[in-house]
């Protein structure tokens, strides 16, 4: 193994390791290649997005339907290539980092511009690096953050500034880390590392710059008319390959149901299938019906600090034995999802098969039950499982009360408004809920660290262990691969022992799009590349 720096060149596919010399493959043909016959340049592109963005301000963007809108509007330093989910650069030119992984120094490509016209400087990542770190900013995703040093020290008010991020000139930013972390790379491919102009937030408000975002991307900002649009419009000064099409509409809908009829008629290029229509969607539209296996899991989390599930594993043990994933995917999902066996997907380096012993087993469900205190359900109240409404989760919901009324249990069901929703389950007033997480970068930490570290923003059901704390931060903090994943692994075996959630579904997407687009891929984190996407002539 050779010692030394590693420096990560333009075009070359990523295999990141502590110490030794990798270079990138290419992220795929020119564009012009991969335009069918009779593709035309121009055009409105509607696509369909499942609820209202939370945010377009980077520092806020949390959640699928706003990454989605920010993934046009910004860049950063690295992306992950949309076929593959290999590291790439996208406004680095280069990088490369110190033997132990603590410093790493990012070349930047010259002449990149933002949306207003000016130039993007590593200035322009530093006072972004900070603004998201800013308690004031009050960040849902700073998290991902966390490795700089000054870090915590910003969170607790005791700085201004992540002392670790520096400009050493215009194109040349150097950033170092509070302990060893390899894979702290993967980080600057979220879109909350993404540089915006300290100039329009000072000119609007840093609290207004959700309503007048400005990025590198692809697409800049034109409108935003809350509960029904986002406008979009090519980059002519992008610089990369520019958009084929002259603009996005991201169409907001509340139901599935609504979106899917408006793209029968022509009124949308594309949306999610809705619940009980994949099988009748394949066969209408054939290989415009994407059914992609995703870097995603679907769950039902348990708020561990509240009752029942407080201090009673043996409960949060017996629901985990009690659904029966199999015809969950099978039946209900009709044969388009996978059963989980553990928290972390398939296609993740470092996944385990059969990472947990939960099967559906209703007998040893009521043993459980019963040494939780609550034979045959005899005392515990009424549950009342929560969802997000508007993305299909009413018929996964009642399948899981089904299996729940067989042990004994008396669960109902409360659908809410995702707006709302996240807050709700934050401040404890939704105790057990679904929720699903996709990946933000295709690592096991990425899994294990937002939702079950203790300090964590995301880690909604409040798990609280000492021993995986300490085994998450060894994890990031271990060179060697077959180590790190290792302890990664440990981590999930003792996490779904515990039962903070109850795993059900690995993702697939479920997405139609239509006969006159071409370009259109879903990527294994759910999105569509707009820049990659280009009308046929009919």
């Known amino acids: ?81 949309p076929d593959t989910m290999e590291l790439v650069p996208a406004m680095a030119e280069s990088f490369e980092t110190n033997e132990d992984a603590t410093v790493f120094t990012f070349k930047l490509k010259e002449g990149v511009l933002f949306h207003n016209g000016r130039e993007c400087t590593a200035e322009d990542f530093v006072y972004s690096w900070n603004r998201v770190c800013d308690p004031a900013t009050a960040s849902e995703v700073a998290y991902h953050l966390a490795p700089v040093k000054g870090f915590d020290e910003m969170q607790a008010g005791e700085a201004t500034e992540l002392e670790g991020v520096k400009a050493l000139d ?65 980059f002519e000064d992008y610089y990369g390959e520019p958009a084929f099409l002259d603009s996005v509409v991201y169409k907001i809908y509340m139901e599935e149901e609504t979106a899917y009829q408006d793209f029968k008629a022509g009124t949308l290029h594309d949306c999610q299938i809705p619940q009980g229509q994949f099988a009748a969607a394949e066969a209408e539209f054939g290989d415009h019906a994407l059914f992609v296996p995703m870097m995603g899991i679907y769950y039902y989390g348990l708020n561990v600090t509240a009752e029942p599930w407080k201090d009673n594993k043996e409960l949060r043990q017996a629901l985990n034995y009690a659904v029966d994933r199999q015809t969950l995917c099978d039946v209900v999902m009709e044969g388009q999802r996978l059963p ?86 934050q401040a404890g007033q939704v105790t057990f809920f679904r929720m699903g997480w996709l990946t933000d970068y295709p690592i096991m930490d990425n899994f294990l660290y937002p939702l ?18 300490a085994m998450l931060e060894e994890a990031r903090s271990t060179a060697d691969e077959d180590e790190r994943l290792e302890l990664y692994r440990e981590a999930e075996r003792i996490i779904l022992e515990e039962s903070p959630i109850v795993p059900l579904m690995y993702y697939k997407t479920s997405r139609v799009y239509a006969n006159n687009v071409g370009g259109y891929i879903r990527t294994a984190d759910d999105l569509s590349p707009m820049e990659r996407v280009y009308f046929i002539e009919e």
């Open 340 to 425: 989980a066996e553990g928290i972390v997907p398939p296609s993740i380096p470092g996944y385990q098969e059969g990472a947990s012993d939960y099967t559906y087993d209703i007998d040893k469900a009521k043993e459980l039950l019963a040494e939780a205190g609550y034979p045959d359900g005899q005392g515990l109240p009424a549950l009342t499982l929560g969802y997000n409404t508007g993305g299909g989760h009413e018929d996964p919901a009642q399948f899981i009360q089904g299996n729940l009324t067989e042990l004994g249990l008396n669960v109902t069901l409360e659908g809410y408004e995702w707006g709302s929703y996240l807050d709700l389950i």
């Open 170 to 234: 215009d194109y040349t930013l150097e950033v170092t880390l509070s302990y060893p972390y390899a894979d702290f790379v993967y980080h600057t491919a979220h879109p909350v590392t993404s540089p915006i102009p300290k100039e329009v937030v000072e000119e609007v408000g840093s609290e207004n710059f959700n309503e007048n975002p400005v990025g590198t991307g692809p697409f800049m900002f034109d409108s935003w008319t809350h509960e029904q649009q986002v406008v979009t419009s090519k």
């Open 1 to 81: 193994m050779r010692k030394g720096k590693f420096l990560i060149i333009l075009v070359a596919a990523m295999v990141l390791a502590l110490g030794v010399a990798m270079l990138y493959s290419g992220c795929g043909e020119e564009k012009t290649e991969e335009k069918e016959a009779g593709a035309k340049e121009g055009g409105t592109f509607n696509y369909c997005l499942n609820a209202e963005p939370v945010s377009l301000d980077p520092a806020q963007l949390q959640e699928s339907e706003g990454i989605a809108v920010g993934k046009a509007l910004y860049d950063g330093l690295m992306d992950n290539d």
């Open 452 to 469: 079950f570290q203790s300090a964590s923003v995301d880690n909604f059901t409040m798990y609280n262990n000492p021993e995986v704390d």
